[in-house]
């Protein structure tokens, strides 16, 4: 049974017969159509990876980055509408004041993955407003140093990862992430392979240039969410260029 078009995706509080709220699925569109976004969890940490689409030469390089900080051991990594990830990033970030000021400790990965959840998921509720165009990918250090990795779809569901890709190339991402011994990598390989997972997964013939956004949480961070220093940035970039033309000449 199909229900395009007959009205049942005018609201987000609407069902179709069938059982699907079509707005919702709009709103994975949007995500599927944006530059991919890729977050490890690894042994001694977490690193996320985002493929930036330049959509002008005119932009400043480094505006309107896709990966934020929500709390010094937290950060998030968003594929999709721009502004909605901005808007999740500050909601992120007053859930984890708030926490803060009440109960004098930093929140967990788990909670504030939760808490979102909770947000994006009212956001389906009511025919007033739309559901947001965008994923996020969540990633946090506890005290212990024990890394989390979460991500949190439009629809307000969230599930735990150990690796998890979102945006137009997640299914060449997923593929290559199953193949990582991820329990027993270490960050600074992670760097890497999320960076040649980030170029493969970029089309060149169809998409346009792109800048590759690349932070870690670890001990060499002292576990919090910065982003990689550009030497090491820089020689995951060339890395990942050798692997591509290696592959070509196969």
Not at 16 to 33: I, T, W
Not at 87 to 100: G, M, P, T
Request: with cysteine; charged share 25%.
């Amino acid at each position: 049974m199909t229900s395009i078009g007959t009205g049942y995706d005018l609201a987000v509080s609407t069902y179709s017969p069938d059982g699907r709220v079509f707005q919702v699925e709009y709103a994975n569109k949007a995500v599927d159509n944006a530059g991919t976004a890729v977050g490890l969890r690894v042994k001694d940490g977490i690193v996320l990876a985002v493929e930036k689409l330049v959509q002008s030469k005119l932009l400043v390089p480094g505006a309107n980055r896709r990966i934020q900080s929500a709390d010094l051991h937290i950060g998030i990594a968003s594929a999709g509408l721009i502004a909605d990830g901005r808007h999740l990033v500050k909601r992120a970030r007053d859930e984890a004041q708030s926490w803060r000021d009440i109960y004098r400790q930093p929140i967990s990965g788990k909670t504030i993955a939760d808490r979102l959840g909770q947000y994006v998921s009212a956001y389906t509720l009511y025919s007033s407003v739309r559901p947001f165009g965008c994923s996020t990918i969540v990633g946090a250090m506890n005290d212990e140093g024990v890394p989390s990795l979460y991500m949190i779809e439009p629809s307000g569901v969230y599930w735990g990862y150990h690796g998890c890709a979102v945006g137009k190339g997640k299914s060449v991402a997923k593929t290559e992430i199953e193949k990582l011994d991820l329990s027993n990598m270490t960050v600074r390989e992670a760097v890497n392979q999320i960076t040649r997972i980030i170029y493969t997964c970029h089309d060149e013939a169809k998409d346009k240039d792109f800048e590759l956004e690349l932070s870690w949480i670890c001990a060499e961070s002292r576990n919090k969410h910065q982003f990689v220093p550009e030497d090491i940035k820089q020689e995951a970039e060339r890395l990942a260029k050798e692997s591509l033309d290696e592959e070509m000449e196969d």
